[in-house]
């Protein structure tokens, strides 16, 4: 759809306030700290801007202490700078360095080869596969995983927020047809809402902002009405379809419901088409880029697309700099491959 000149400088003004002052985001550390280095908007303008090690710890400093180097032990307690890049903790006589406690801690591979893997990861809008990324990093398959799920993790930042305002909420699930599925492969009385093959998920939609998408145990009433109530505020008008899993609803919110059983998809301001487009991008990129997502690490990939969908209108620096708020969680390798 083509957008007059009002709508989009409104754009770019959303873009810049996903940022800088959008309420989701507010306390972050640094705010706009890659501004003042020259844009990117291509892995080869990226490793100008980070052309050294150097660079990259430099700015990883600025993102998670600022001026003052904090110790991961303790941060009451005074830091002395060592050599070769690392700090010792005053109290717990520990040393650290600027990659400790977050995602690239204990990892072989250079910063900068870190920060491409992140831009290809968020700039992909349908995902970036494990053994793509393998050869565009030069790296082992597995390696290459081992990263993608780490960044995955950092990308939950996105999807811990509130709503307010307009908000569609609708399910899904996510686990194939079984009609689809070899014979020998077919799952009995697995038809319609049974979740013995598929996971149920719950998306959450406010109109002109962002998204939410979370793995529910059932999609009955006691169980939708508790993720909502954690997720949109009281103020917010509900929109969903005739699901009886919504009927608790009207007791907490302003609740209008389109009737899609009678192929009704639109009622006034009830409507949860927007919210049905996300599950499409999400499914196209499942079965289009991973084939395959098992039920242990299907949150990450929820997240992943959460965090993609809600930064759109952010520009590459922006993204990239967004995600790397939330880089002190660290994921271990036996976690990930742990039954």
Same mark, same amino acid.
């Given at each position: 759809m083509l957008r007059n000149a009002s709508q989009t400088h409104s754009t770019r003004r959303y873009a810049?306030?996903?940022?800088?002052? %959008?309420?989701?985001?507010?306390?972050?550390?640094? +705010?706009?700290?890659t501004a003042k280095l020259n844009s990117f908007k291509s892995v080869r303008? $990226? $490793?100008?801007?980070?052309?050294?090690?150097?660079?990259?710890?430099?700015?990883l400093k600025k993102m998670r202490w600022g001026d003052k180097v904090v110790s991961p032990y303790d941060n009451t307690a005074k830091v002395y700078v060592c050599s070769r890049n690392r700090y010792r903790c005053a109290k717990t006589g520990k040393d650290f360095n600027v990659r400790t406690g977050t995602m690239f801690d204990n990892t072989k591979i250079e910063l900068r080869t870190w920060f491409v893997a992140i831009y290809l990861i968020t700039s992909h809008r349908k995902g970036i596969s494990s053994m793509q990324l393998a050869k565009d990093l030069n790296v082992t398959q597995t390696t290459a995983w081992f990263v993608l799920q780490r960044i995955r993790r950092c990308f939950e930042i996105e999807n811990n927020i509130v709503l &307010? %305002? &307009?908000?569609?909420?609708?399910?899904?699930?996510?686990?194939?047809?079984?009609?689809?599925?070899?014979k020998s492969k077919k799952v009995k009385n697995s038809q319609g809402r049974s979740?013995? &093959?598929?996971?149920?998920? $719950?998306?959450?939609?406010e109109r002109n902002g962002k998204v939410i998408a979370r793995i529910v145990e059932d999609v009955q009433a006691n169980t939708l009405t508790k993720e909502i109530l954690k997720s949109v505020k009281k103020s917010a008008n509900i929109y969903t379809d005739e699901w009886l899993g919504y009927k608790d609803i009207h007791k907490f919110y302003n609740h209008e419901i389109v009737n899609h059983g009678v192929? +009704?998809?639109? @009622?006034?301001k009830a409507y949860t088409n927007n919210m049905e487009c996300?599950?499409?991008?999400?499914?196209?990129?499942? $079965?289009?880029i991973y084939h395959f997502t098992?039920?242990?690490?299907?949150?990450?990939?929820? &997240?992943?697309?959460?965090?993609?969908? %809600?930064?759109?209108? @952010?520009?590459? +620096?922006?993204?990239?700099?967004?995600?790397l708020t939330n880089m002190t969680v660290r994921t271990r390798y036996k976690d990930l491959i742990a039954a």
């Open positions: 810049t306030e996903c940022v800088t002052h %959008n309420r989701y985001t507010k306390g972050m550390k640094n +705010e706009g700290l303008e $990226l $490793l100008k801007v980070f052309s050294t090690e150097k660079k990259c710890e430099n700015f &307010d %305002n &307009d908000v569609e909420i609708d399910e899904t699930y996510v686990g194939g047809k079984n009609k689809n599925r070899h979740m013995k &093959d598929k996971v149920a998920v $719950l998306g959450m939609f192929r +009704e998809f639109v @009622n006034g996300f599950w499409g991008i999400l499914k196209r990129g499942i $079965l289009g098992s039920k242990k690490h299907l949150q990450k990939y929820l &997240d992943e697309f959460v965090f993609r969908f %809600n930064t759109r209108y @952010n520009s590459a +620096e922006e993204t990239f700099e967004h995600l």
